[in-house]
């Protein structure tokens, strides 16, 4: 993993919470990485901008030759998982250093809202071959069962509500409101789903940006202990592993012309 200077500033939300944001943030399913492996000419190599843990890297991996994989945290790129095709780099998303044409397939997975989006649109067309793609996701709100639904509702809205940063208005409407110049190709729908304990998706609660935002302005109080007791009267024996269900926003397209 190389440690290349890292000059422009970036909106660092989750350096601070790296290993438990790599240990329980959502997976996303086979089925996504299928259908945008489909998507470019070839499948020689890949580009995850944003990488952080390297979710999106690993199974990308799975269906390239080669995968590089760049985070402007260090302390992202620490927690990432290895493997032998994927290639962690330090770098910023809108300077990636990577060769013209040289990438079939950039993906951003859960963080093109923090990129400024006039500066990597044009990278991405850069380092873009011919035949390649371009995606970008994000998991929408969460869902568990109405009971359940009501108490996250009043952590997301009025507990850590204030601290959202602004660019969460992006993932709200699936990334609908991004400018995205590119000849747009309709994806199925996709959703995760997975089976949780309490004691999981209240750390999974506990790694979002505005969390970690009300947490410092706390004197670093956990702001998940707002609900806790209504979060375990609503799930019941915090064993039970409760089903959990993430809609994806996703877009993607082609470069036009």
């Known amino acids: ?19 438990r944001y790599a240990a329980v943030r959502p997976t996303y399913p086979a089925e996504l990485f299928d259908w945008l492996a489909a998507l470019p000419a070839r499948r020689e190599r890949a580009w995850d901008a944003g990488t952080g843990s390297g979710q999106a890297a690993v199974a990308l991996a799975e269906r390239f030759a080669e995968v590089i994989a760049t985070d402007a945290s260090d302390a992202q790129l620490a927690q990432a998982a290895p493997h032998p095709r994927v290639s962690y780099r330090r770098a910023v998303a809108e300077e990636s250093e990577l060769a013209d044409g040289s990438i079939d397939l950039v993906t951003v997975a859960q963080a093109v809202h923090w990129f400024d ?19 970008v996701w994000s ?15 009043r952590f997301y ?39 949780w304990d309490l004691a999981r ?3 999974y609660l506990g790694t979002w940006s505005a969390s970690r935002h009300w947490s410092d302005a706390h004197g670093g109080a956990d702001p998940v202990a707002e609900i ?26 082609r470069p036009e012309g």
């Not at 509500?161 to 199925?188: H, Q």
């Open 1 to 19: 993993m190389t440690t290349d200077p890292v000059a422009p500033a970036f909106a660092d939300h989750f350096s601070p919470l790296a290993a």
């Open 117 to 135: 989006l006039d500066r990597f649109w044009p990278e991405v067309r850069r380092v873009l071959a011919p035949g390649g793609a371009v995606a």
């Open 139 to 153: 998991y929408l709100g969460v869902t568990l069962g109405p009971e359940l639904d009501r108490v996250i509702a």
């Open 157 to 195: 809205r009025d507990v850590v509500g204030p601290w959202w940063p602004p660019e969460r208005a992006a993932v709200e409407d699936g990334y609908r409101s991004l400018p995205f110049p590119f000849a747009e190709i309709e994806p199925p729908p996709f959703e995760i789903r997975l089976r």
């Open 201 to 203: 998706f209240a750390g």
């Open 228 to 253: 806790a007791a209504d979060l375990a009267a609503a799930w019941g024996d915090p064993a039970v592993e409760r089903e959990i269900v993430w809609p994806i926003g996703l877009r993607a397209g």
